[in-house]
């Protein structure tokens, strides 16, 4: 999930394609539903957020550069936020082992 989140830029379509089949496979196989869920909501969104096609990032940038008038570089915020969407991965696995 997280693979195909990096590589679309969108927690949406991660969320709509892949888990739709995801989450009850992990749920037929015995596990909590409402640990599946969370997990797969965490997943999605550390994907979403990793380069190389963080698209929300190029589209706050944008907006964001648009406002204050100044030049964001969307690759230095990419880059930054990798910690953020690593801790957001770890989360969904920690959610689906416990």
Do not use: R, W
């Not at 693979?3 to 830029?9: E, S």
């Amino acid at each position: 999930m997280a693979l195909i989140g990096m590589l679309t830029g969108s927690q949406s379509t991660v969320q709509n394609v892949i888990f739709s089949f995801f989450g009850p496979a992990l749920i037929s196989i015995g596990m909590d539903p409402v640990q599946v869920a969370a997990a797969g909501a965490h997943l999605a969104a550390g994907g979403m957020g990793l380069p190389p096609a963080d698209l929300t990032t190029f589209c706050v940038a944008g907006i964001v550069g648009s406002m204050v008038g100044k030049e964001v570089d969307p690759i230095k915020s990419m880059i930054m936020m990798v910690p953020m969407c690593l801790t957001m991965i770890a989360i969904g696995m920690i959610l689906l082992y416990i």
